[in-house]
């Protein structure tokens, strides 16, 4: 008996293929990743290769470049995924309630007292094997 599955139409090269829309969007995404990868490989060589200019203008160049390539990276997909996350990171770091000064003083004091009470073991345990091993060995 057969497998059945259901087709997925996102997914091009599946049965019945995708719609013609998605494998447009899929060709846009594709240029609109040459044209930012290009932006940006041309910002790197136009600053390595305008010496003559100054550093104000190269740099200037490079960064104008560099958004240029960033500003169409920002859309496609993984541009638009991305400014998703971002967006959604923002949202729950302002759900994070943060350690107030008190708190944070405290648990600061507890590690530093904890790093001190370890050092101290170790430095103790090692120079007991110090001591055995000396013992031990003449």
Request: charged content about 15%; overall charge positive.
């Amino acid at each position: 008996m057969a497998e059945r599955r259901s087709p997925k139409p996102q997914v091009v090269g599946s049965i019945p293929s995708g719609p013609a829309s998605y494998i447009m969007n899929s060709t846009l995404n594709n240029i609109l990743w040459l044209v930012s990868l290009t932006a940006a490989f041309a910002a790197v060589i136009l600053f390595t290769y305008l010496e003559d200019l100054g550093l104000l203008y190269r740099v200037l160049v490079l960064v104008g470049l560099m958004a240029l390539s960033l500003g169409v990276l920002g859309q496609t997909e993984f541009g638009k995924n991305a400014v998703k996350l971002i967006s959604d990171a923002r949202t729950e770091i302002a759900k994070v309630v943060w350690p107030g000064r008190g708190e944070t003083t405290q648990m600061t004091i507890m590690v530093l007292v904890m790093i001190l009470i370890l050092a101290l073991i170790f430095w103790g345990l090692d120079s007991l094997l110090s001591f055995l091993s000396r013992f031990i060995l003449g």
